[in-house]
């Protein structure tokens, strides 16, 4: 995929903001491209992704880890269930829950969904060195934990 920059203002092209608005909407395509491919959405992974990390979880908790709305957490719980990569239980310690937990068809596809946003990775900073990747990294993350705090 080429990058055109659109037609707007010369000086424009050079502030931070601009530069990374344009990578991160490549980037987001990039990745909505490879999970398509799966027949799933950015939601569906980072869920079955937590899962596959850190284990079986409420619906509440889940939604936390990942930084998903409870509806939104819903509405994908339901479609994986669905597909059968996730199952819902009765949370033993309080029955008014449910505990998530992903399913062998679901730890398999956050294994290849994890292969795909690696391949997009590479892709995406395809020009970069790896001592580039490793420092925008760390400048990316050091901007967003100055304006999570804020």
């Not at 339901?78 to 068809?105: Q, Y």
């Not at 294994?111 to 395809?126: I, K």
């Amino acid at each position: 995929m080429e990058f055109t920059a659109p037609q707007s203002p010369a000086g424009l092209h050079t502030t931070p903001s601009w530069l990374l608005n344009q990578a991160a909407t490549y980037a987001g395509r990039l990745i909505g491209e490879g999970f398509a491919a799966h027949d799933l959405r950015g939601y569906h992974y980072r869920l079955l992704a937590s899962l596959a990390e850190d284990g079986p979880a409420s619906q509440a908790d889940l939604g936390r880890r990942c930084g998903i709305d409870r509806s939104d957490v819903v509405a994908a719980i339901n479609d994986l269930a669905g597909r059968g990569l996730v199952v819902r239980a009765p949370d033993p310690a309080d029955r008014r829950r449910n505990v998530i937990s992903s399913t062998e068809a679901g730890a398999e596809v956050a294994r290849r969904m994890g292969e795909t946003v690696a391949r997009v990775q590479d892709d995406l900073l395809a020009p970069l060195s790896t001592t580039e990747r490793a420092q925008l990294t760390r400048l990316l993350t050091r901007l967003l934990e100055h304006h999570s705090r804020h």
